[in-house]
């Protein structure tokens, strides 16, 4: 005859985890944690270097765009309030070689340097073309 205590006896005894499905448990964990760990920070830290480098070229390109329409072509060299500087340079150039277009115009190469004072070892270069009139 089964008593009505050995059966909540039993069901006790089932109930709950034991502690090696605990261990189990923990250790998928740990090992996930390991495995996702350096992937999402390595996704983070390429996404970081392609932040700064666009916001590099859009600084550049602010900066050659001023000295462009304001200031006069020439070898230029300046500095901001945030530490980033920048270098100009500008040379006469041919592309494709001699055109019927040089008596009235003359091409230049607008080349730009961007870098900030604390890391000048990340550095952003571009350059661009521009028709002056003689």
Wanted: a positive charge; hydrophobic letters at 40%; glycine letters at 4%.
């Amino acid at each position: 005859m089964i008593l009505p205590s050995d059966l909540r006896c039993n069901r006790y005894k089932n109930a709950g985890i034991s502690l090696l499905e605990a261990l189990f448990a923990f250790a998928l964990i740990t090992l996930i944690v390991t495995i996702s760990y350096p992937l999402l920070t390595n996704m983070q830290s390429r996404q970081v270097e392609r932040l700064q480098q666009l916001y590099l070229s859009e600084l550049a390109l602010s900066i050659l765009e001023e000295y462009r329409t304001v200031r006069p072509l020439a070898g230029v060299r300046g500095e901001n309030a945030q530490g980033w500087n920048w270098n100009i340079a500008t040379q006469a150039a041919r592309p494709d070689g001699p055109t019927p277009l040089d008596d009235v115009m003359e091409l230049h190469e607008i080349q730009i340097e961007v870098w900030h004072r604390t890391r000048p070892q990340q550095r952003f270069r571009s350059s661009t073309f521009k028709a002056v009139a003689r």
